[in-house]
């Protein structure tokens, strides 16, 4: 939007103690960004009746105006007394549902049906908590289905297919880029911490800059604040947060995978068509990006990380999607806590980050879901954020994609160059379009 700026929702709504588990949580920069944007409200509302109807621009536009409504109630929520606290969480998780969507009542029933089988199945076994085992079956068993326990079997097939697509995709990544992933391995480490990260990433963009493409002169990698690893295709930095975990030898391959290989390669490439769109991302892009960023991650360590599930897992539980009861923040914690236990203990890993280390990500991943509100468990209405579904969703798009184009011959390298010339979604024909009109 010329000479107006982007809503930042992400930034403006930040818990500055997320990970803490403090009972309400708390926001610096939400007020001012409400004043900053509302300034602005008449110009947005302006520049989306002047766009052209059912253009990308319309969509982009609108967004930006849905997302300046949705920090100022998110503002309203904060700032809310007991007579009119339900309303605006009520307006707030309405906001967020429209702006990313919400989890499919049956896609999250099915899942946490498998869930509950797969608990079945750990029940005696004397190397998991029972305790949690139980506390989690106790929690599922009355919103399964269990006439539909068992996925059909085309499910199953179709399923297996894409494991199969994603494992072909994976050798097409490692096949161009191995030197990136050896980097991990000669580094000799059990963990990368944040120096080790740093470096590791300077050192892979060093890589690129000599080997694959000199317009990676144009990157750097930042220190930011905060707890993930990200990157800012406005800013062309890979940002390496100061308060991130340790990242263990799959996890660091991963964040190559996803940050580097996807996040800022699309946008790199995206720079080069001279639409600068097509490298920050056209409208309706996010699940896309995030989940072929998940699926790459797959793709090179042949494991989908737990947090992929446990997001969408977790909203449907926020929303009461299935079985209509919103959970607080401090319900969902203790389920996700107690899930995320179970799944240390199954991997053989939960000995090594202890419990204090684990409570603090468990409490990070469910400050994300209730970002934007006070994290109470004041009135009757939750206020939940639902962006993170796209990583869930955009994975499983993805990933049925890539079985289609390789089941119509092409090959996996070339569904990868394909899809990282810019940021845009290839199930979209308008974003498709938009691509082959800027080619170079």
Known sequence: MSGIPSVRVLEAIKPENSG????VLAYRGLETAVQKYTSTNAQRSSEVWDSEPDSLEELSKAKQLASEYFLRTADKVVNSNSSNRD??????????????????????????????????????????????????????????????AEAPESIQAQEELEKAAIQEYGKAIIDKYKPLFDLVDEADKSEFNVTNLHELFTNALNWLIENDDPEWKKWEVVESDGTSLSVSASSRQIKIATGREPASLIDTKGLIAHELLVHALRGKNGYKTGDKKLATGLAGYLDTEEGLGTLSEEAVSGELPNKVYDRYLDIALALGTVDGIQRTRKELFQ????????????????????????????????????????????????????????YYIGYKQ????????????????????YLSQAKFDPNNSQHVERVINFKT
Do not use: C
């Open 398 to 417: 993805m990933a049925e994609y890539i079985t289609n184009q390789l089941a119509n011959n092409k090959s996996a390298t070339e569904i990868f160059n």
């Open 335 to 390: 389920i996700s806590f107690a899930r995320q236990l179970v799944q240390e203990q199954v991997n053989g890993t939960f000995n090594k980050i202890g419990d204090s280390t684990l409570e603090r990500k468990v409490w990070r991943h469910i400050d994300r879901i209730y970002r934007g509100g006070p994290g109470d468990d004041l009135g009757s209405k939750q206020v939940i954020f639902t962006k993170d579904i796209a």
């Open 20 to 23: 803490t588990g403090e009972d």
């Open 87 to 148: 309303l605006w969480a009520d307006r707030f998780t309405l906001a967020t549902t429209e702006l990313y969507g919400e989890p499919d009542v049956q896609e999250a029933t099915r899942l946490i049906t498998i869930e509950y089988n797969t608990l079945l199945g750990l029940k005696g076994n004397p190397a998991i908590s029972q305790e949690h085992v139980s506390f989690l079956l106790d929690r599922y068993r009355p919103i399964i289905n269990e006439i539909d």
